[in-house]
C-alpha cells in the first residue's frame, strides 16, 4: 500500500526566498512520485514526477524535488520565490488499486508569498 | 489544443435531484477517473475506468455511478444529491503511462 504525508497544511515565504514544501512517502514497492500544482479556480497541473531515473527532479517554473530513499521524502524546492508561485501543492505517490493505476494524494499544501 | 472538458462549471441543485456531471477528453487515453476535492482532505477517488466498457469502485463510491460507453466519455451521476456531496469535482484521464493522470477544470457543485 502506498500514503504520502505533506507537512505543513500551509507554508509562508518571502518573495525572493527559498520554498521547501515537504513530502514523506509510504511504500511496499519501488514508487513513483509526483508534485501536482492548483492555481486557483483551476485543476491540477503536473509539476515534475520522479520514476526511478534520476533522483533530483527538475520540473517547470525552477521547482525541483530529490528523491531520498533512506529519508523516505521527495522535498519540493524552489531558490528564489515569485509572486506567482502562490497556489495549492499536492506531493502524489502512484500505486495499484484494483486493475487500474491510480494517484494517492497528500492533503495539499498552500503556499502564500509576502511581498 | 487537446484536454480534458468538463461540463458544469458550477452547479448549485436542491437535495434529492438527480444530477449528471459531464468529462470528455481527446487524449484518446484509456484511463478515466473521477475526484473529489474537499478542504482538508486532498482529492479523494470516486470512480475509474481501465477502458471504454469497463468501470470501478474508488475509496468513496457511495452514492455516485458512472458510465463508460466509449474512450472519450466519462459522466459521473449522482442519483440523489445530499448536501454531503457539496464539493469540487474532478476528471483526469491518463494513457500509456498510468502513472501520470491529466486533470480537468473542474465542477463545482453545491447541493443545498
Known amino acids: 500500500a502506498q500514503s504520502v504525508t505533506q507537512l505543513g497544511s500551509h507554508v509562508s515565504v518571502s518573495e525572493g526566498a527559498l520554498v521547501l514544501l515537504r513530502c514523506n512517502y509510504s511504500?511496499?514497492?519501488?514508487?513513483?512520485l509526483f508534485w501536482y500544482v492548483q492555481y486557483p479556480n483551476q485543476g491540477l497541473q503536473l509539476l515534475l514526477k520522479?520514476?526511478?531515473?534520476?533522483?533530483l527532479v527538475k520540473g517547470i517554473n525552477g521547482f525541483e524535488a530529490e528523491f531520498k530513499k533512506s529519508e523516505t521524502s521527495f522535498h519540493l524546492t524552489k531558490p528564489s520565490a515569485h509572486m506567482s508561485d502562490a497556489a495549492e501543492y499536492f506531493c502524489?505517490?502512484?500505486?495499484?488499486?484494483?486493475?487500474?493505476?491510480?494517484?494517492?494524494f497528500g492533503s495539499g499544501t498552500r503556499l502564500s508569498i509576502r511581498p | 489544443i487537446a484536454g480534458i472538458t468538463q461540463a458544469p462549471t458550477s452547479q448549485i441543485l436542491a437535495a434529492g435531484r438527480r444530477m449528471t456531471l459531464r468529462c470528455t477528453q481527446d487524449?484518446?487515453?484509456?484511463?478515466m477517473y473521477w475526484y473529489r476535492q474537499d478542504l482538508g482532505l486532498g482529492l479523494r477517488l470516486i470512480h475509474y475506468?481501465?477502458?471504454?466498457?469497463?468501470?470501478g469502485k474508488g475509496e468513496v463510491p457511495d452514492g455516485y455511478s458512472v458510465s463508460r460507453a466509449n474512450t472519450d466519455d466519462f459522466p459521473l451521476t449522482l442519483a440523489s444529491a445530499v448536501p454531503s456531496q457539496t464539493s469540487v469535482y474532478f476528471c483526469?484521464?491518463?494513457?500509456?503511462?498510468?502513472?501520470?493522470?491529466?486533470f480537468g477544470p473542474g465542477t463545482r457543485l453545491t447541493v443545498l
Open positions: 483526469a484521464s491518463s494513457g500509456a503511462n498510468y502513472n501520470e493522470q491529466f
Open positions: 511504500s511496499s514497492v519501488p514508487p513513483y
Open positions: 520522479y520514476t526511478s531515473a534520476a533522483t
Open positions: 502524489a505517490v502512484s500505486g495499484w488499486y484494483s486493475s487500474a493505476s491510480k494517484i494517492i
Open positions: 487524449m484518446r487515453h484509456n484511463a
Open positions: 475506468s481501465n477502458t471504454a466498457g469497463t468501470t
